[in-house]
């Protein structure tokens, strides 16, 4: 089963989706999926993974797999849903998707072993992490204003249950811009998968339901534009998309 | 005025605080000490600054000339504590096995309304008040990766006792800070040495993220953090603002929660 969050006549929803992505009401009301305002499906804290694909860390010119994960955090002034939009900022050189299976923690987790860790999670969504690459500096890298930034995290467009997603470790993930294939991978090639992932956060910290660890991106990256229509991809978890605009769009609308 | 929030009699409250510490209700009523359980005092988005204070920042700029930073910071160098962190006045913070545990007091902004793009002229007029922090780390070596595993541990943020409205505290940048262990005062600072200034802080981060009604910035904290262990009572006190108490325990490996 399927499970989002929408905007639907000023309220805001949580829904089932059904298998055509069409989000269902309480009681029974099909509704076209172009016609809600999808929201992020979970709001608590995201953990994010650098470097979590060899062939990405080989990429940005990194010679060793890390041996622990490099995590950051972001929070939830960073999620858009599924059809939202996202800015470039004016001026900067390279602003990059970053297409990630993301997996929800369903209940409280702390000192969770490997073995026991699927159990924690509810379901899997996937996210667009991206990245500015101009405003990265040795300095908490990533650090927040590479990655935290207002709206700059697509997540969605729901989350599919745990038990209907058998092997998370082999999924095809795909970028999209404008329709054309840009990033191509599979989650078989995670350094630190999502159990383990588990297992490491809660060893040292609590993990609350709504939480989200967003895996990492394989190899692929290329630079997003005002106008640009960019769909992230992954196979039985579903497609996002998001509208990239100007800073200056952005925030006028914003205002308004 | 003083504001606090708290737990009295099975009830979550907002209430202020009187002249001798103690909480007072809506209806006048002083909520006395028995029974009164002192919450978090803001429940948003913590956002953290690092090397923040002058002399800490400049006892490492050789360092930061070397890599792998190669320069020294641009901009705030920003962490996030997540909710998980949050503590409060007379809460326990336990030191994790095998760890070294820092506290780190810091002035807590506490901001009043959304802010998005504010600029340093403005920015005071989004703040609802200050509060104090201690904002608990393991030591680090290296400020090149998030800081994730030193600063993100269940209970590694209090914020209390109570906030205290902006317009009563009538230079935010001329503080002194003090922390005790079992009385004894083991560092002290002053808001007058931030490297970034409160609107300045505001400006920088509203540029790129809204901050929203509740959340906090913790502004830094001064050089000279200390070691404290088990059984240790920390003091951090803040001039004009108050004082919050946090105690040490052990810890026992966090039990296996489900």
Known sequence: MKSARIQYHGDTLAVAVNDDGHPLLADGTILDPEQVTWLPPATGTM???????????AELSFKAAPKEPLVFVKAANAYTGHNGRSWRPDNVEYMHYECELVAVIGKTARNVPRADALDFVAGYTLCNDYAIRDYLENYYR?????????????VGPWIVDRDDVPDPNDLRLRTYINGELRQEGTTADMIFDVAFLIEYLSGFMT????????????????????????????????????????????????QE | MRHAKVEYQGRVRTVTVGPDDLPIGDDGEILDATGLRWLPASGGTLFGVALNYRGLLEARLPEFHQPPYQKPPEKPVLFIKTPNTRNAHQGTVARPQGER?????????????RASRVSEQDALDYVRGYTVVNEFSLPEDSYYRPAIKAKCRDGFCALGPWWVDR??????????????????EKQRGSTADLIWPIPRLIAELSEFMTLNAGDVLITGTPPGR?????????????????????????DHGGEAKQ
Not at chain 2, 104 to 113: K, Q, S
Not at chain 2, 229 to 247: A, F, H, K, P, Y
Request: net charge negative; aromatic share 4%; hydrophobic share 35%.
């Open chain 2, 167 to 184: 317009d009563d505290i009538a230079n935010p940048h001329d503080l002194t800070l003090t922390l005790t262990v079992n009385g004894v």
């Open chain 2, 226 to 250: 200390v070691d404290v262990s088990e059984g240790d009572q920390v003091d951090t006190t803040i001039e004009s603002i108050g004082t919050l108490r946090n105690l040490i325990v052990t």
């Open chain 2, 101 to 113: 545990l820092q506290p780190g007091p810091a002035l807590g902004v506490v901001i009043g309304r």
């Open chain 1, 47 to 57: 953990f994010a993974l650098g470097l979590n694909y060899a062939d990405h860390a």
């Open chain 1, 142 to 154: 990533p650090n927040l204003r590479v990655k935290n930034r207002d709206s700059t995290t697509p």
């Open chain 1, 207 to 254: 993990l609350s339901p709504g939480d989200m660890i967003a895996t990492g991106t394989p190899k692929g990256m290329a630079d997003v534009q005002p106008g640009d229509v960019v769909d992230v991809e992954i196979e039985g978890i579903g497609r996002l998309r998001n509208h990239m605009v100007s800073e200056s769009d952005f925030f006028r609308k914003n």
